[in-house]
């Protein structure tokens, strides 16, 4: 049996991060992590595609807005004291058609509200930053950058377990959560462990976690695929820093985008695609489980109804290469099939209201003794070390 002050579910960044606030604000109080897989980061953390988010696209006054703002930065003064790579290389939202001029302008408007540092850009301009990207004007974000997360729950991994109060399980799934009078009980694999205060971070299960520890979640997880492919070394040339389209403001997802990664190459994707299981990254791999609680959920049955056509075109590409060249193309024409290799996809764990509505902003549910993180999408990453603030407030 293990006895701690605090219990953190999920050895991903955001509970790595809230478990590293917490050993700041209480060094003499001891934390356990939680993690059942045998290493930290193996979903969400370690299946992205590594960008630090400026908060150009959030609605202003938002969590996601705050947090990122605040968050960025505490990530680069991280990375900066623990010699972590990251480069601030700058990004550029495209509109290809006159069309999509008027979402610029509102995602401009937006960043300006959240004190982004971004510039409205001709097509002359574009060409000057981006000599190969097609489009007719574009926003410029000089302040958003690369870094590699895993790296980063490594160094917040190790940190925690310099001081002995703490410790990090790995291998340990959550089976079961008990109220007691005076501590929660938590039952995993093979352990049992006692806590004063439990914190739920464990993103792709939040909302089981959640009906674990009692609580009733506001929204259901729905696993969104996201596919990616690496371009080759002679295509590379193509993008010099990160370009992205403009977004479809009815979701939450940003569309195929071309990224310059921390460690070398460049990564272009993801579509969104509906997992067949919450860890299925294989094309044709599914958990029987966790299909039918997705497809049987009346949310997700409302919002499929309502955006058939977009979930048929994101499926598409996903079978279809051509089809996802063509909208790599729209950015950038000279893009080609052999220029594509497949890269790992990662899952978006999208919290669903039952009402059909996707929740786009970070949802943070709490009592006395346990907080649950319901939803954490991106910017989650970016924003781990002002979410973990935000948690820790509340002890």
Same mark, same amino acid.
């Given at each position: 049996?293990? %006895?701690?002050?605090?219990? *953190?579910?999920?050895?991903?960044?955001?509970?790595?991060?809230?478990?590293?606030?917490?050993?700041?604000?209480?060094? @003499?109080?001891?934390?356990?992590?939680?993690? %059942?897989?045998?290493?930290?980061?193996?979903?969400?953390?370690?299946?992205?595609?590594?960008?630090?988010?400026?908060?150009?696209?959030?609605?202003?006054?938002?969590?996601?807005?705050?947090?990122?703002?605040?968050?960025?930065? &505490?990530?680069?003064?991280?990375?900066?004291?623990?010699?972590?790579?990251?480069?601030?290389?700058?990004?550029?939202?495209?509109?290809?058609?006159?069309?999509?001029? #008027?979402?610029?302008?509102?995602? $401009?408007?937006?960043?300006?509200?959240?004190?982004?540092?971004?510039?409205?850009? !001709?097509?002359?301009?574009?060409?000057?930053?981006? /000599?190969?990207?097609?489009?007719?004007?574009?926003?410029?974000?000089?302040?958003?950058?690369?870094?590699?997360?895993?790296?980063?729950?490594?160094?917040?991994?190790?940190?925690?377990?310099?001081?002995?109060?703490?410790?990090?399980?790995?291998?340990?799934?959550?089976?079961?959560?008990?109220?007691?009078? !005076?501590?929660?009980?938590?039952?995993? !694999?093979?352990?049992?462990?006692?806590?004063?205060?439990?914190?739920?971070?464990?993103?792709?299960?939040?909302?089981?976690?959640?009906?674990?520890?009692?609580? =009733?979640?506001?929204?259901? +997880?729905?696993? $969104?695929?996201?596919?990616?492919? $690496?371009?080759?070394?002679?295509?590379?040339?193509f993008c010099n820093h990160l370009i992205y389209p403009v977004p479809d403001p009815k979701f939450p997802?940003?569309?195929?985008?071309?990224?310059?990664?921390?460690?070398?190459?460049?990564?272009?994707?993801?579509?969104? *695609?509906?997992? $067949?299981?919450?860890? &299925?990254?294989?094309?044709?791999?599914?958990?029987?489980?966790?299909?039918?609680?997705?497809?049987?959920?009346?949310?997700?049955?409302?919002?499929?109804?309502?955006?058939?056509?977009?979930?048929?075109?994101?499926?598409?590409?996903?079978?279809?290469?051509?089809?996802?060249? %063509?909208?790599?193309?729209?950015?950038?024409? #000279?893009?080609?099939?052999?220029?594509?290799?497949?890269?790992?996809?990662?899952?978006? &764990?999208?919290? *669903?209201?039952?009402?059909?509505?996707?929740? @786009? @902003?970070?949802? +943070?549910?709490?009592?006395?003794?346990?907080?649950?993180?319901?939803?954490? /999408? =991106? /910017? #989650?990453? !970016?924003?781990?070390?002002?979410?973990?603030?935000? +948690?820790?407030?509340?002890?």
């Amino acid at each position: 049996m293990f %006895k701690a002050d605090f219990c *953190v579910i999920g050895g991903g960044i955001v509970g790595l991060a809230t478990a590293y606030r917490l050993n700041k604000k209480f060094p @003499d109080q001891s934390v356990i992590v939680i993690e %059942k897989e045998n290493c930290l980061a193996e979903h969400q953390t370690g299946r992205n595609s590594g960008v630090l988010h400026s908060g150009i696209y959030y609605k202003p006054g938002s969590l996601k807005a705050r947090n990122c703002r605040k968050g960025k930065l &505490a990530m680069e003064r991280f990375c900066s004291e623990y010699g972590i790579d990251y480069e601030l290389c700058g990004k550029v939202i495209v509109a290809t058609s006159e069309d999509e001029t #008027a979402r610029l302008q509102t995602i $401009f408007e937006r960043g300006q509200a959240n004190g982004v540092n971004c510039q409205l850009i !001709t097509k002359e301009r574009l060409k000057e930053i981006e /000599p190969h990207t097609a489009g007719v004007r574009a926003i410029h974000v000089p302040e958003c950058g690369i870094v590699n997360y895993r790296q980063v729950c490594e160094k917040l991994g190790s940190l925690l377990c310099e001081n002995s109060n703490h410790q990090i399980l790995t291998g340990e799934k959550v089976l079961h959560i008990e109220q007691g009078k !005076t501590d929660l009980i938590i039952q995993s !694999t093979s352990q049992e462990i006692h806590c004063k205060y439990l914190i739920n971070c464990s993103g792709l299960h939040s909302d089981r976690l959640t009906k674990m520890s009692g609580q =009733s979640s506001p929204a259901k +997880i729905i696993p $969104f695929k996201g596919e990616y492919f $690496f371009l080759s070394k002679k295509a590379e040339k193509f993008c010099n820093h990160l370009i992205y389209p403009v977004p479809d403001p009815k979701f939450p997802f940003l569309g195929v985008h071309f990224t310059r990664m921390i460690e070398g190459g460049v990564e272009c994707g993801p579509n969104a *695609v509906l997992a $067949f299981g919450r860890e &299925a990254y294989d094309k044709f791999k599914f958990n029987t489980v966790d299909l039918i609680e997705s497809l049987s959920y009346p949310g997700f049955q409302i919002m499929a109804m309502k955006h058939w056509k977009m979930g048929l075109g994101e499926m598409w590409r996903s079978f279809s290469k051509k089809a996802f060249v %063509k909208a790599l193309q729209k950015l950038v024409p #000279a893009i080609q099939a052999e220029h594509l290799s497949v890269a790992p996809a990662g899952i978006r &764990a999208q919290a *669903v209201g039952r009402a059909g509505s996707l929740v @786009d @902003d970070f949802l +943070i549910q709490k009592n006395d003794r346990i907080i649950n993180v319901c939803n954490a /999408p =991106s /910017p #989650a990453a !970016t924003a781990s070390l002002n979410i973990a603030e935000e +948690i820790i407030q509340n002890f």
